[in-house]
């Protein structure tokens, strides 16, 4: 099982960006989902997952622009970032915890990491 994201780039401030994370891969249950983001000398932060249950859940920092949505038949993430600021800037990952059922038990998944930059 692979998570691949893409969709990152550069803007200016207020500009929008939608990250797309395809889990790719055979004979496996996703748990939950979301998108991380680290910047250098930082530890990677929760931005959006969607937890058990599909409980969506936002960081205080990003709530009211970003919106994580799925695709469950694709089995694709998403992230619709509008309004982005300079402080967004990051390498955005996504991650997943899922099973593989060949494996039999859960465990946490990343993507490569995609980068966003936003300009003032």
């Known amino acids: 099982v692979q998570l691949q994201a893409s969709g990152g780039g550069s803007v200016q401030t207020g500009e929008s960006l939608k990250l797309s994370c395809v889990v790719a891969g055979n004979n496996f249950k996703i748990a939950t989902m979301g998108w991380y983001r680290q910047t250098p000398g930082n530890q990677r932060e929760l931005v959006a997952g969607f937890e058990s249950g599909n409980k969506e859940h936002y960081a205080e920092s990003v709530k009211g622009r970003f919106t994580i949505s799925r695709d469950v038949a694709r089995n694709t993430l998403y992230l619709q970032m509008d309004s982005l600021k300079p402080e967004d800037t990051a390498v955005y990952y996504c991650?997943?915890?899922?099973?593989?059922?060949?494996?039999?038990?859960?465990?946490?998944?990343w993507g490569q990491g995609t980068l966003v930059t936003v300009f003032s």
């Open positions: 991650s997943s915890r899922l099973l593989e059922y060949s494996r039999g038990n859960f465990a946490d998944y």
